[in-house]
């Protein structure tokens, strides 16, 4: 992909955004009591307006940039297949946490994060099994006794309560 | 009553280890993304009842200056700011850390940190009623003002691309809206969720940006990141400053030290405007502006010096006119209100002796804070001697902890994992993720001041250029926003 055609996809992703997030603020028109209050969709309103136009502007600098080396394809060094799909993992893996941080608890939520994620970020070649168990067993246990027995903080304990 | 405050603090063995032991506590809770100065006073303050009024303030300050102090550390090495204060301080101490100079870069924050505390409780002793008449000149006009002028840092952290340094700042001022508005109370952004009607927390928007979004880099790419060679951090000698460059650092020193505390003493401010004000005021008067964000001393000293400067600053409304610049200072006044104090004017007539001993209580700290974090520096620097595939998802995990803690919802975590993959976005398009931090923190604030400033004047803009303090801040606002332009401009040229 062109730097160009990257700048144009960005312009258009953040006229779309400031467009709906000022047709949103319409929605807090004149809701102040004050008569000399600028009311509660002033500010969003101008930052949504301000993203918008400086989008615009990106756009139509894009568009008019004749430049050779921008309009030209890069050959990026894109991720690998594999670690693309490592980078959807973790996200996938993050959001599985957070789901289960109150259902399972904090507990036994982050000991499975913590073996998974390690051994995503392990190759056969590096992935040694006593230290992932050990990581992955110790931390959660050390924070839930320090927050639990120590700082008197209630961590979800999930179906360990 | 000088002498009885001072000798109440350093003759009692008790009161100097409770000091020690809230230090480092403080440090720990400082250092861990999440935690903070705020949570380490009020996980404590129940603690502090059942101690004489001395002890019980003693412990409260050591925990506070050690949280505010601990930041820098995550800050540095994980490059995760873990509050509001310590945010400009990854701008240049986490590539410090990056080409092996985290020894270095902690040291000089600790130095810098311990030079700032102190300066701050000099004006504190010796300026406090003056600085407090000072305080009480800023109305709802001037406060505005100084936000707008802190939002002008946007303009010298924007990098290369300016037009999307600007377009970070307005998503993070958009984003600060959500939730329930000033002064009317109108839920906005909600998205038909009352868990967002309190807004985005500070927390989950930080350590999404900077933590999460590096670890889903990290997993893109991977190959890549597992191929760099482990840096070795240089090993240093004190504080890793010599005495040329801490000669050369003292006129950013005293300019950080003052913003720090005349920023502190306003309350409601706080530590993270008063790192970032600093850092762009040091940047525009730097003759090497371009360094900043590479790693250069100017931008540490900046951001850790007047972070710093803060915890003095805002003692200074809260004892002379019972006023809390901060939350943490809204605990502490708490914890002199049960132990029988009652802060404001009359204070230093009422309770001279324990004010002096509030004073040397906060040297000790401030000079416990300097031990301590020395020596633990080595173990510090260990830190980046883990493989980052052992490291990151053990940062994740403490983060989810952090984030979780601060308000007990798990909303909070979830925003964590939302703003990683918004962090992401925005590195993969090239788009500069503090902007959006600072127009965050400050999005809020401008806004509540703006509304009340138009309320209570009718509607004019005027009051904002009759107020002489307004338009020396809007002044220096305009100088912030064009110097860097014009310096750009010349560098394009030559």
């Not at chain 2, 009607?197 to 889903?216: C, E, K």
Request: net charge positive.
């Amino acid at each position: 992909m062109s730097r160009k055609m990257k700048d144009i996809i960005t312009a258009v992703v953040l006229m779309i955004f400031g467009g709906g997030m000022a047709l949103y603020s319409l929605e807090y028109r004149n809701s102040s009591t004050f008569e000399t209050d600028v009311g509660s969709n002033f500010v969003p309103m101008v930052c949504s307006l301000s993203i918008a136009l400086l989008a615009l502007v990106i756009l139509v600098s894009a568009l008019r940039n004749k430049d050779e080396a921008y309009n030209r394809n890069v050959k990026v060094e894109t991720a690998s297949k594999v670690d693309f799909m490592r980078c959807a993992a973790s996200i996938v893996l993050l959001l599985l946490y957070v789901a289960c941080f109150r259902p399972v608890g904090f507990l036994i939520s982050s000991i499975v994060y913590l073996f998974v994620q390690i051994t995503i970020f392990t190759t056969r070649e590096n992935r040694r099994w006593l230290p992932i168990i050990i990581v992955s067993v110790g931390l959660p246990v050390c924070c839930y006794l320090l927050f639990v027995h120590v700082l008197n903080y209630m961590l979800p304990a999930g179906i360990l309560g | 009553m000088v002498t009885q405050g001072i000798l109440s603090v350093i003759s009692s063995p008790v009161c100097l280890s409770l000091i020690c032991a809230g230090v480092f506590i403080g440090i720990i809770f400082g250092s861990i993304p999440g935690l903070s100065a705020v949570m380490a006073v009020c996980l404590f303050l129940p603690l502090s009842f059942g101690m004489s009024t001395i002890n019980g303030v003693s412990l409260l300050l050591g925990l506070y200056i050690g949280g505010i102090s601990g930041g820098l550390i995550s800050a540095i090495l994980l490059k995760i700011p873990g509050t509001p204060a310590s945010v400009a301080t990854v701008f240049d101490g986490g590539p410090m850390a990056e080409r092996g100079d985290a020894g270095k870069a902690i040291g000089m924050g600790i130095l810098y940190s311990f030079i700032g505390g102190v300066l701050s409780l000099i004006a504190l002793i010796y300026l406090s009623p003056k600085l407090a008449k000072f305080a009480l000149k800023f109305t709802s006009v001037e406060y505005a003002a100084v936000t707008l002028f802190s939002l002008t840092v946007i303009a010298s952290l924007s990098g290369k691309r300016p037009i999307l340094g600007i377009i970070s700042g307005l998503i993070g001022v958009l984003l600060s809206c959500a939730g329930d508005a000033p002064v009317d109370g109108i839920t906005r952004f909600n998205f038909g969720s009352h868990l967002l009607d309190p807004g985005f927390s500070n927390v989950p928007l930080m350590i999404g940006f900077y933590a999460v979004s590096d670890v889903f880099r990290f997993a893109q790419n991977y190959h890549e990141e597992m191929k760099k060679p482990q840096v070795k951090t240089a090993r240093i000698k004190g504080y890793g400053v010599t005495i040329k460059e801490f000669i050369k650092s003292v006129p950013v020193m005293i300019q950080s030290t003052l913003i720090g505390l005349g920023i502190g003493i306003l309350p409601g401010i706080g530590g993270g405007t008063a790192c970032m004000v600093s850092y762009s005021a040091a940047q525009t008067v730097s003759k090497e502006p371009e360094k900043f964000g590479t790693g250069c001393n100017e931008g540490l000293i900046a951001s850790e010096t007047a972070n710093n400067a803060t915890t003095g600053g805002s003692m200074v409304p809260m004892l002379t006119l019972g006023i809390p610049g901060s939350s943490t200072a809204a605990m502490l006044m708490s914890g002199l209100i049960i132990h029988g104090v009652t802060p404001g004017p009359l204070i230093f007539r009422t309770n001279g002796s324990l004010m002096f001993g509030i004073f040397t209580a906060m040297l000790v700290a401030n000079v416990a804070m300097l031990i301590m974090e020395r020596a633990a520096l080595p173990v510090f620097t260990k830190l980046l001697s883990i493989p980052k595939h052992f490291l990151l998802p053990c940062v994740v995990v403490m983060c989810a902890l952090g984030c979780y803690t601060t308000n007990h919802v798990v909303f909070d975590v979830m925003c964590m994992w939302f703003f990683g993959i918004v962090g992401l976005l925005f590195r993969k398009i090239g788009m500069p993720l503090s902007p959006c931090i600072i127009g965050f923190i400050l999005g809020g604030s401008f806004e509540k001041y703006l509304r009340r400033s138009l309320i209570s004047k009718g509607g004019s803009l005027l009051p904002f250029v009759q107020s002489p303090i307004s338009v020396f801040f809007l002044v220096m606002a305009l100088v912030f926003c064009v110097v860097p332009m014009i310096r750009s401009r010349k560098r394009k040229a030559a």
